[in-house]
């Protein structure tokens, strides 16, 4: 066992969020000393219980806006041990943003100008950003490697992860201290094998997953299955989903990477994928499975601006890296549904 004081202090920015809370519990399980600034804009302080339950700690926690900069430096001031910083706190919806693409320009880039000012400022050296495979459009060849160029971005959202990027890379140059990893998402879903944490989009979900697991509770009465005349076996768009969990694991091990001094190069990036397409019929059929529940779905236009298929070459995560992705289809479905459950049952009881 580690003592108190040998632990490594990591910040988590957007730490009760979706994939920040599950990274909580990973970094906290494998030893860390975990620090969340988080707004609570899309999320809720159910998940610091959640992490407090699964792990036995509860993570010192600083409710602000990282656009606050005098905020952020007092935060900075005072946490002079920080060795890292893993970066989640950002929007993320997609349609959103093409509505409002000022309010994401300003809250995603000020956020990170302002975090890696701090970072440079008060001299810690190590930072792990949560990217998306939304930076390769539709790709002209796949499984999609981590060389695929850079596509214009499709919405608002989409460019700030393209600038993000290169605000990081222009800062590690200009500052040889600073190391960096960009973590490119594909499709995360499913939960916390406990049912403790998972994902809880306010309002109406524009995601997958929690529209299907939402639509199976009864809180919505059908989900719409965007296009079945694409190009692909079934006639629905195909992507790389991939359990929470594993992604999580992946943050862990990029934050290691970077403390052992393991990076090859100051900036450095991944895909965090399964390798393995699915069809949304076939999350569907999965769901159905692994819930014994009939969906209620119905087949309605394609959705504008969604990429036909996507699925991630693997190979440079697994191999340089170090991780690979574990859990199944039927693993991720089994346990989205396990959260929307449970977290709805603990809704009904608090009441
Ligand atoms: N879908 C439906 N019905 C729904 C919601 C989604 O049929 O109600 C379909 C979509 O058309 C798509 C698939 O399910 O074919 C997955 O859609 P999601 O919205 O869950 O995920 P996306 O792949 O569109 O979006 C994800 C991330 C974004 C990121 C994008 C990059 O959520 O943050 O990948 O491609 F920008």
Same mark, same amino acid.
């Given at each position: 066992m580690k003592s108190t004081t040998q632990k490594k202090k990591i910040l988590v920015t957007g730490g009760t969020g979706y994939i920040g809370s599950h990274t909580c519990v990973e970094l906290i399980?494998?030893?860390?000393?975990?620090?969340?600034?988080?707004?609570? +804009?899309?999320?809720?302080?159910?998940?610091?219980? %959640?992490?407090e339950k699964i792990t036995g700690t509860r993570p010192e926690?600083?409710?602000f806006n990282l656009c606050e900069s005098s905020h952020l430096d007092s935060?900075?001031? +005072?946490?002079?041990?920080?060795? %890292?910083?893993?970066?989640?706190?950002?929007?993320? #919806?997609?349609?959103?943003?093409?509505?409002?693409?000022?309010a994401y320009y300003r809250n995603n880039l000020i956020s990170l100008m302002n975090l890696l000012e701090m970072m440079t400022k008060y001299e810690v050296p190590h930072l792990v950003f949560s990217s998306s495979c939304t930076v390769y459009g539709q790709p002209d060849e796949l499984p999609v490697t981590e060389q695929a160029p850079i596509k214009k971005a499709a919405s608002p959202y989409g460019n700030t992860k393209q600038i993000c990027e290169e605000i990081i890379e222009d800062t590690l140059n200009a500052n040889p201290g600073l190391q960096g990893i960009s973590l490119r998402y594909f499709n995360p879903i499913g939960a916390h094998e406990s049912g403790l944490i998972g994902e809880l989009p306010a309002g109406t979900p524009n995601n997958l997953m929690p529209f299907i697991t939402q639509t199976a509770i009864g809180l919505r009465s059908s989900l719409k299955v965007f296009g079945n005349d694409y190009d692909t076996p079934d006639g629905t768009c195909i992507r790389d989903y991939i359990h929470v969990v594993d992604l999580a694991k992946a943050h862990v091990r990029a934050i290691e990477r970077l403390l052992e001094k393991q990076n090859k190069t100051e900036y450095e990036y991944f895909n965090l994928g399964t390798g393995k397409g699915s069809s949304v019929m076939e999350i569907i059929q999965s769901f159905e499975r692994?819930?014994?529940?009939?969906?209620?779905?119905?087949?309605?236009?394609?959705?504008?601006?969604?990429?036909?298929?996507?699925?991630?070459?693997?190979?440079? #995560?697994?191999?340089?890296?170090?991780?690979?992705?574990?859990? %199944?289809?039927?693993?991720?479905t089994e346990s989205a549904w396990n959260w929307e459950k449970k977290y709805r049952e603990r809704q009904s009881t608090s009441k």
């Open positions: 399980q494998s030893g860390y000393d975990v620090v969340i600034i988080d707004d609570q +804009s899309n999320s809720t302080s159910a998940s610091l219980k %959640g992490i926690f600083h409710p935060f900075f001031k +005072s946490h002079q041990t920080l060795q %890292g910083v893993i970066h989640f706190a950002a929007f993320k #919806a997609v349609g959103e943003s093409v509505e409002k693409p000022l692994t819930s014994g529940q009939k969906l209620n779905y119905e087949i309605v236009a394609r959705r504008s601006g969604d990429v036909v298929k996507i699925y991630a070459d693997t190979q440079y #995560a697994n191999q340089e890296l170090g991780w690979k992705a574990h859990k %199944g289809l039927d693993e991720m």
